[in-house]
T-cell receptor, first 112, second 115 residues
């Protein structure tokens, strides 16, 4: 099993550009989440999904979109990048909401 | 609102000394509790978790944590620190919200090991 994979590892964007962060898992987990990690703030939930076709907003959803067309994939779209979105983004999957979460290696995004 | 507090953004201990990382949460309802570790430039991985049963939970790499309901705490300990324990540690608590659950994360504690 590859576990949770994320691409790209690093990305630099200019303000106003859009892009998609990719996340895939091969563990057949129903639950998937996107977090951003900023120094001193821990992890903040952006969006999550409880299964294919079902997504919901987390704590900091503004400026981000998600979709879940398959169990395996959960891409995160930045609609119009802003410097405030400079962060490290982690995707995680879990067999259930109270179970252990499995994290990807992260994407370090810089918005200039 | 529910919250998770980790006391100390940085904790420094000498190699071989006791490690104690503190986590307190706000809830009157017994939650599910987790400790994760993040090594530099990596994702998070589970150290240990408490769901039900024995309140002293053992995890990987010699770490353990005790769930104390009366103190709403879930502190992480290790008897003897090793250089390889240098990392950031996150406490997370899953709170019940009706028929659903909400996972709340602490801000993290960076563990520094002095030789």
């Amino acid at each position: 099993n590859a576990g949770v994979t994320q691409t790209p590892k690093f990305q630099v964007l200019k303000t106003g550009q859009s892009m998609t962060l990719q996340c895939a898992q091969d563990m057949n987990h129903e639950y998937m989440s996107w977090y951003r990690q900023d120094p001193g703030m821990g992890l903040r939930l952006i969006h999550y999904s409880v299964g294919a076709g079902i997504t919901d907003q987390g704590e900091v959803p503004n400026g981000y979109n998600v979709s879940r067309s398959t169990t395996e994939d959960f891409p995160l779209r930045l609609l119009s990048a802003a410097p405030s979105q400079t962060s490290v983004y982690f995707c995680a999957s879990s067999p259930g909401r109270i179970n252990e979460q499995f994290f990807g290696p992260g994407t370090r995004l810089t918005v200039l | 609102a529910q919250s998770v507090t980790q006391l100390g953004s940085h904790v420094s201990v000498s190699e071989g000394a006791l490690v104690l990382l503190r986590c307190n949460y706000s809830s009157s309802v017994p939650p599910y509790l987790f400790w994760y570790v993040q090594y530099p430039n990596q994702g998070l991985q589970l150290l240990l978790k408490y769901t039900t049963g024995a309140t002293l939970v053992k995890g990987i790499n010699g770490f353990e944590a005790e769930f104390k309901k009366s103190e709403t705490s879930f502190h992480l300990t290790k008897p003897s620190a090793h250089m390889s324990d240098a990392a950031e540690y996150f406490c997370a608590v899953s709170f019940s919200r009706g028929s659903n659950y909400q996972l709340i994360w602490g801000a993290g504690t960076k563990l520094i090991i002095k030789p």
